[in-house]
């Protein structure tokens, strides 16, 4: 039967009713996915340019768009490029004299100072005294002013790390950044990636969420389900579905929500990885023949899978998943024997792609 003509009987109970959020466009899509997928680029693999100061503009202007108890802004930037450079490396080649490094050593600290294109001094204003604000609040500002930088960066086509390291606390170094009452956090090390980040790990959102005051019979689904994944009701079977900005993303979420019938992600270490590629041309058929595969790899090898990546070239399709042997001590859920074609689907809803199909438990 072709696919598009398959019967779709999915019946969601995924609270994906209509409501008055706006869908969000194609271009907030694409933002989500740039974000999700951000990784820093260290200084030794940066190269020219760096964002110039109207881009550095649009760094502090997404800083200060960060969540701030009371907008006290308790962060400031100092923007190191150009000849401002050379004075940082007179910095770090006295720091590297201070602390007896070899010759050698000393001038890779002038260098160290040179790497990148621009380098930006996050500068805190911590009040510890303040009424309202408590400490840690106020540096949470400053992490959220990091990471929006940091995200902005991205968004405006360049690459970078935050760096603190022992440099940062140095006395002489950090009186040079700072005023009285400020200390310095580090720099962020701006430019453009020389080449692509390797991507990292993948992510376990799942990890991380837990529904909080569920009572009932099935805790360990409410514990795992959230917008990215979740379960529907089909008969004897489960369905599972997966959302996501692009249809990778939700075919991951669909293999969090399958495999998270059987073990809860927080529970499963990441020491392995298997590698599942294959070829398909139809994106409803490949969804079962990615959940089948790392079922089939998972029964193979005796593994507990949490961790899922795919990326997708065409019709070939190209996934790792991460867990570790099966293991008596962890706690177990309902078996998964398969994925079906029944209530397959892969999806545009509310501006996200979704896949979900029934799997046989
Ligand atoms: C305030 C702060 C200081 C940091 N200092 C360092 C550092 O000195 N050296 C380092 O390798 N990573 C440092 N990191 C971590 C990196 O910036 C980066 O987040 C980490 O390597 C993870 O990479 P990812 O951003 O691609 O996930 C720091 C992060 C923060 C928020």
Redesign the pocket.
Known sequence: MPVSARKRTSAATSGASADARAAPGNAARAALDLLLH???V?PKHLCEPGPTDAEVQVLAHAALRAPDHEKRIPFRFAVVRGAAKVRLGDLFEDYGRRRGKSAEDVASERERAQRSPVLIAVVARIDPAHADVPPHEQWIAV?GA?ANAMNALQLLGYAG?????ARATDPRIAAAFCDAGETL??WIAAGTAATPPKP?APDDPGAIVRRWGTAGVDVARAAVSQASFGYFDHDADVGVFGRGATIERAFENAARATFALMWLPRDVARRDEVEVDFEEPDVELALVTWLNALLGQAAAQRLALADFALVRDGDRWHGRARGEPWRGDLPGGTGVKGATLTALAVRPIDGEFEARCVVDV
Do not use: A, T
């Open positions: 951000r990784y820093s260290g992490g990091i790390k935050m760096l603190s390291g956090v580090g990292r």
